[in-house]
Structures are given as C-alpha cells and as structure tokens.
C-alpha cells in the first residue's frame, strides 16, 4: 500500500518556520489534550494547549448547538491568545452523527451503515456530520472506527462496520474521504490502532493504581481492551489493512487502541507505532491516545509518559491532570528520557494537520453552518440510512412487507416508542439514555405515520381484543465500550414474556424479524 500523499512543500516549510520559533513549553503544550470539563480556558492560554476534548457527554449546559459553538469558540480563543497564536483543534466523537449534541441528527451506527453496504450513503453521513460539528466549531472527529470486530461478546461490535476486513475498508475510507475531501473539511480519526476488535474474552487486566479505572471497577469488562493474541501475519492481513488503506486516502490523524497485542500495550509497542506505522505505511500524521490510556503502561506514570512518547505516541488525551502530563514530559526532556527530536517530530505531525485543516487561516468555521445542525435536509438522508440498515433476518410466509390496509395491528415492547433505546450508545451521553434525550420519530410514531390501525402496550398486555398481526420490538438497554462485553447474547425475560404474551392474541403467527439498526 502506497504511503499517504506527500504532505506539500508550503506546509512543510510554514511548519518548520513555525517549529524553530517555538519553546519547549510552547511545543509539549501542543501534545496536551484535556477534557473540556478539567481546564479554564485561561490554562489554555496559559499552557499553549495544542487540543481540548469532550468526552461521551462532555456537553455544555443547557445541551444546544448554540451552547456547543460558544463553548468550542471560548477554548479557541483562549488558543489564539498565546505568544504564537496557534489554534486548537477541538475534538469529539461524533460516531454516529454529532452525536453528543441534542438536536444533531443521528445515524445508524457503523453495525448498521455495514448492514447497508452502500458506501456513498456513508460519504454522505460523513459529509453531513462534517458540516454539524463545524457549525459547533469542533473540527476533530474520533471516527472512523475501523474495527473489525472478530468476537459479537465485545461491547463495541456495533462500532464496527463488519467482521469482514474489505468491507470497513471500503466503508471507513468512504467516511474518511467525506469528513475530509469536501470544504470545509473537518479532521477524522482513524480508530483504534490496532486490533482493538481482535482481542481474546477473559484478556482484560485491572488497574487499580488508576483512580475510577472503568475495568477495575466494573467487572463486565471482560474482552474490550483486552489483549490480541494473534500473530503478526493475522494482524496484518485482518486488522492492519484498513490503517493502510486509510494513510493513502490521506489520513491526517490515527487514535491508539487501549488495548495490547501479544501482552504489549499497543501505546507503548515502539514496534507497531512507530516502525510499523509511520515507517513502513509512511503515516505521516499524528498519533493521539485514547483516554488515559497511557497510564495503563506502568504504575508509575513517569515510565508511562517516557514509554508512550518514545513508542511514537504525538498527543495524550490526558485528559484530567493537564498540568502533571506537562511537568512530567518536560522532566523527561530535561533528564534526555526523551529526546527533542522526538518532540519536534510529535510537533511538526500536530501542526502539518492544522495546517492541512486550514485552523490558522481560519480557526472559527462558517458561523451560518449552525442553522443547518439538526435540519429537515440532513434528517431525510438519515431516514435512507435506517431505511438501508434494516436487515430481514425471517419472513416466513411472506409476512413482510404488511399491506397497508392491514386492519388491526398489535405493537409491544418498550423499544417502540423510546428514542434512547433506539439510539443505543454514545448518544448525547456516553452510555446512551432511555426515552426522550434527543429529538426524533420513534419506530411506534413511525408505525402510526404509516397505519390508523395500531394498538400499543408496552407490556404486550391485549388480552381483551385479538389482531391480524402482531408486532414485538426487542430492544438491548444501550451501551458503550466494555460496559457492554456480554457473553449472554440472549433474550430478556421481559422480552420473552411480551412474545408469549402478544402470540395468543394475534390470528396468524409468523415468524419474520429484522435487525433494525437505526436511532
Ligand atoms: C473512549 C474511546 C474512544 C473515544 C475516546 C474519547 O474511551 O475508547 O473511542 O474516542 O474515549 O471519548
């Protein structure tokens, strides 16, 4: 696979200019990535902070687009009161659409989009998910995720496009190229390197040298950010190509995966970070960490910042103590732990993608591209995304599609008619909600929109009356990263007594279920 195209001379020389003029403080700073919720916007300033985050519900309050844009545009501004001026690119997952933001149109996830299999559908999504957060001001999206997820107990299945490698890539170049070719471009994040769908049930490890570490304090854990007991041709072959595919269709930034492969930690394995990808597929971009994810190196976090840095890691998603990250980094500067070519690379990679971003031309985008977030346009395109996703597993009998005129129809289950069931993950929160967090047509709304002849309980409670058709939404409670490894792919027996509940009421009883993937 050909290395990423070459980044153009006049970067090149601007960011080396830039570079020369610049003291170590101002070049560690750039590395530094806190969440919005632990630095005032004058540390930002203070400290030359390079990026600043929202985590899974790292949301202004109150939680609206305007709200999102003010927050985003205090941070920027505090970045161009510095001696040099240099913007921050403000990071987000947006991973389904602008995802944290209420009133943001959200997608189906990736699970879905792979379901569809239509990769100018996902440019598409892309484009407008672009377009929603820069009308917020947030430039940096953490998507793709080009996972390709090899056991279904992982909690993050559903953030991957598929199991089959050609596949998410064809579809994570697809959002690649529409977050990222189109102006104004928005930065994506190629996540999560590597192999983070590749790890073995059972692998996980505890860290309780971390304070309010998810794995050591919840024990569903069990197979995210585990380990990938895989050889390096498997590695290669499943989970390498999409990274590959990724830099030569111009990635400008890859996310580090938690997790180890071969009891390695892959934010220290100087092999894969540094030798691997920058030297062998040329990425020429820069490398982020995942959160906190550094300090599961070593208990002391001295050897963390050493080992990560020198691994080829470019900016830490500290993302609390901002200011330890600094201190510790400049120690190991001063000490020759780290050496200043390392940083002056880790910097150049950092400014080479905000130059290709266009931030120091203009760091605050289209203030106009705000009255599009949320709009009838952008929600027709994610109406063709769910109408896509649906996957008919069984249509015994010829059950689907109903007739219209279907006279009496039956629909249960708490799923139909709850907006945060039908989202799932990473929606305005980080875990997801349940009922009304966001706006949007539930599928019972949807039902009635098509039929004057339904009749909802949730409980599937009709036992004075009786339907031609009966219909049954089961919905899992929504979820996000190890807090949902299940190895009990099963029904719940809520949603078991609603089937037996709703079968005796119904005249015929087919079989016909499908997979809708949507929000
Ligand atoms: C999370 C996830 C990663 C996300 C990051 C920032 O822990 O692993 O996908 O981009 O933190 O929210």
Same mark, same amino acid.
């Given at each position: 696979?050909?290395?990423?195209?070459?980044?153009?001379?006049?970067?090149? $020389?601007?960011?080396?200019?830039?570079?020369? $003029?610049?003291?170590?403080?101002? &070049?560690?700073?750039?590395?530094?990535?806190?969440?919005?919720?632990?630095?005032?916007?004058?540390?930002?300033?203070?400290?030359?902070?390079?990026?600043?985050?929202?985590? #899974?519900?790292?949301?202004?309050?109150?939680?609206?687009?305007?709200?999102?844009?003010?927050?985003?545009?205090?941070?920027?501004?505090?970045?161009?009161?510095?001696?040099?001026?240099?913007?921050?690119?403000?990071?987000? @997952?947006?991973?389904?659409?602008?995802?944290?933001?209420? =009133?943001?149109?959200?997608?189906?996830?990736?699970? =879905?989009?792979?379901?569809?299999?239509?990769? $100018?559908?996902?440019?598409?999504?892309?484009?407008?998910? +672009?377009?929603?957060?820069?009308?917020?001001?947030?430039?940096?999206?953490?998507?793709?995720?080009?996972?390709?997820?090899?056991?279904?107990?992982?909690?993050?299945?559903?953030?991957?496009?598929?199991?089959?490698? @050609?596949?998410?890539?064809?579809?994570?170049?697809?959002?690649?190229? #529409?977050?990222?070719?189109?102006?104004?471009?928005?930065?994506?994040?190629? &996540?999560?390197?590597?192999?983070? +769908?590749?790890?073995?049930?059972? /692998?996980?490890?505890?860290?309780?040298?971390?304070?309010?570490?998810?794995?050591?304090?919840?024990?569903?854990?069990?197979?995210?950010?585990?380990?990938?007991?895989?050889?390096?041709?498997?590695?290669?072959?499943?989970?390498?190509?999409?990274?590959?595919?990724?830099?030569?269709?111009?990635?400008?930034?890859?996310?580090?995966?938690?997790?180890?492969?071969?009891?390695?930690?892959?934010?220290?394995?100087?092999? *894969?970070?540094?030798?691997?990808?920058?030297?062998?597929?040329?990425?020429?971009?820069?490398?982020?960490?995942?959160?906190?994810?550094?300090?599961?190196?070593?208990?002391?976090?001295?050897?963390?910042?050493?080992?990560?840095?020198?691994? =080829?890691? !470019?900016?830490?998603?500290?993302?609390? @103590?901002?200011?330890?990250?600094?201190?510790?980094?400049?120690?190991?500067?001063?000490? +020759?732990?780290?050496?200043?070519?390392?940083? !002056?690379?880790?910097?150049?990679?950092?400014?080479?993608?905000?130059?290709?971003?266009?931030?120091?031309?203009?760091?605050?985008?289209?203030?106009?591209?705000?009255?599009?977030?949320?709009?009838?346009?952008?929600?027709?395109?994610?109406? $063709?995304?769910?109408?896509?996703?649906?996957?008919?597993?069984?249509?015994?009998?010829? /059950?689907?599609?109903?007739?219209?005129?279907?006279?009496?129809?039956?629909?249960?289950?708490?799923?139909?008619?709850?907006?945060?069931?039908?989202?799932?993950?990473?929606?305005?929160?980080?875990?997801?909600?349940?009922?009304?967090?966001?706006?949007?047509?539930?599928?019972?709304?949807?039902?009635?929109?098509?039929?004057?002849?339904?009749?909802?309980?949730?409980?599937? @409670?009709?036992?004075?009356?009786?339907?031609?058709?009966?219909?049954?939404?089961?919905?899992?409670?929504?979820?996000?990263?190890?807090? +949902?490894?299940?190895?009990? *792919?099963?029904?719940?027996?809520? !949603?078991?007594?609603?089937?037996?509940?709703?079968?005796?009421?119904?005249?015929?009883?087919?079989?016909?279920?499908?997979?809708?993937?949507?929000?």
């Amino acid at each position: 696979m050909s290395a990423s195209p070459q980044v153009s001379s006049p970067i090149k $020389e601007s960011v080396e200019a830039l570079l020369a $003029e610049m003291t170590l403080a101002e &070049k560690i700073g750039q590395m530094t990535q806190p969440e919005k919720n632990s630095i005032p916007a004058e540390d930002v300033t203070n400290y030359f902070i390079g990026s600043v985050l929202s985590g #899974g519900g790292g949301n202004p309050a109150p939680n609206t687009p305007a709200n999102w844009a003010a927050m985003v545009r205090s941070f920027q501004e505090a970045a161009l009161k510095t001696r040099l001026g240099i913007p921050l690119i403000y990071g987000s @997952d947006a991973v389904h659409g602008h995802n944290n933001v209420f =009133g943001a149109v959200l997608f189906p996830h990736n699970i =879905g989009l792979g379901a569809a299999r239509d990769p $100018e559908l996902v440019a598409k999504i892309a484009r407008i998910t +672009g377009l929603e957060m820069l009308g917020t001001n947030v430039h940096w999206n953490f998507a793709p995720a080009v996972s390709v997820p090899q056991d279904i107990r992982w909690g993050r299945t559903y953030e991957g496009y598929s199991e089959d490698t @050609d596949l998410v890539i064809e579809l994570g170049v697809s959002y690649l190229k #529409g977050l990222q070719d189109v102006e104004p471009r928005a930065l994506a994040s190629v &996540k999560h390197f590597a192999a983070d +769908g590749g790890t073995a049930w059972g /692998t996980v490890q505890t860290y309780d040298w971390i304070m309010g570490n998810w794995q050591s304090a919840d024990d569903r854990w069990s197979i995210d950010q585990g380990d990938a007991l895989i050889d390096e041709a498997t590695l290669r072959e499943i989970h390498l190509r999409p990274y590959q595919a990724a830099i030569a269709a111009g990635a400008q930034n890859i996310m580090v995966s938690f997790s180890s492969w071969q009891g390695i930690k892959n934010h220290g394995n100087y092999h *894969l970070l540094t030798e691997i990808l920058k030297q062998e597929f040329g990425f020429e971009g820069f490398l982020v960490s995942d959160w906190m994810a550094i300090n599961q190196i070593d208990r002391d976090y001295y050897t963390c910042v050493v080992t990560s840095i020198n691994a =080829g890691l !470019d900016m830490v998603m500290v993302p609390f @103590d901002y200011k330890l990250f600094i201190s510790t980094l400049t120690a190991a500067v001063e000490k +020759g732990d780290v050496s200043i070519q390392r940083i !002056d690379d880790a910097v150049r990679r950092i400014l080479r993608a905000k130059q290709w971003l266009g931030v120091f031309e203009q760091p605050f985008p289209d203030a106009a591209l705000l009255n599009d977030v949320g709009s009838d346009e952008h929600r027709a395109v994610a109406r $063709e995304a769910v109408r896509k996703s649906v996957t008919l597993l069984r249509n015994e009998k010829d /059950t689907l599609p109903l007739a219209k005129d279907t006279p009496s129809i039956f629909v249960a289950g708490r799923g139909a008619d709850n907006i945060g069931l039908q989202c799932g993950g990473w929606s305005i929160v980080w875990l997801g909600g349940d009922g009304a967090i966001t706006e949007g047509t539930t599928l019972l709304e949807g039902f009635k929109q098509a039929s004057q002849n339904i009749r909802y309980d949730a409980a599937g @409670d009709f036992s004075d009356a009786r339907a031609e058709i009966g219909i049954v939404v089961v919905a899992e409670p929504p979820y996000a990263e190890g807090m +949902g490894d299940n190895d009990q *792919l099963t029904l719940s027996e809520e !949603d078991i007594a609603i089937l037996k509940r709703v079968r005796p009421q119904v005249d015929s009883w087919r079989w016909s279920s499908s997979l809708a993937a949507h929000c």
